[in-house]
């Protein structure tokens, strides 16, 4: 039996980041998603609460966002948070061949760098409508949002840690997911991130929107 053509003979993208390394500005892709949309500084700064210079500032790369900024973004673009990593994550992906699936190699998705170092890469192999699937990596000490307060935002989510610890606050409890722990809630419940560990805790996220 003559066996199928191995689908490495698909060459990556030449121009693909290499492992770990970051996108150049998640500021950038923020002011395309923000153009394409006709939304201007102004209106994004009145939706999210703050100055059109803070705004700037982001998109510049003067001022990296936190994990709740960039969803607070996103949500406010109206597009998937992933959407915010690399221009592929919206764009429609062609099939490797015949048997109709795509393909995405080891650093073709580049991690982009968010406030207090953490990162976020997206999973999926091209676009993926209704749902955000991407890895973030929580250093010690870093958190999704300030100090001590809670965020929300769209969606249902589903976390695995698959290193480190994570911890999750609730309003009224806390959760410690160490790694092969997973989580699930409605994004609509207030929460924060943050690691108190003392290595980095990377997790697997899905978020699926309504």
């Known amino acids: 039996m003559t066996q199928p053509p191995l689908a490495d003979a698909?060459?990556?993208?030449a121009a693909a980041p290499s492992p770990g390394e970051p996108s150049a500005s998640v500021g950038a892709r923020i002011r395309d998603l923000r153009q394409a949309r006709g939304i201007s500084a102004r209106s994004l700064a009145k939706t999210l609460g703050i100055s059109p210079s803070a705004v700037s500032q982001i998109e510049r790369g003067v001022m990296q966002p936190s994990v709740s900024r960039l969803i607070a973004i996103t949500d406010a673009l109206g597009v998937?948070?992933?959407a915010a990593f690399d221009p592929a994550s919206d764009r429609p992906v062609e099939p490797v061949g015949p048997s109709g699936f795509t393909l995405q190699r080891a650093g073709q998705s580049p991690d982009i760098v968010l406030d207090s170092g953490v990162s976020f890469r997206r999973l999926t192999p091209g676009s993926s409508p209704g749902v955000?699937?991407?890895?973030s990596i929580y250093p010690p000490g870093a958190a999704a949002h300030?100090?001590?307060?809670?965020?929300?935002?769209?969606?249902?989510?589903?976390?695995?840690v698959v290193a480190g610890e994570l911890t999750i606050d609730f309003e009224a409890e806390r959760v410690i997911l160490r790694a092969g722990d997973a989580i699930s809630y409605p994004c609509s419940v207030p929460h924060r991130l943050h690691n108190t560990g003392t290595a980095d805790a990377v997790a697997h996220w899905l978020i699926v929107h309504a």
């Open 10 to 13: 698909v060459e990556p993208d």
């Open 80 to 82: 998937p948070l992933v």
């Open 132 to 135: 955000d699937y991407f890895e």
């Open 146 to 160: 300030g100090a001590d307060g809670l965020f929300h935002h769209e969606g249902y989510e589903v976390g695995t």
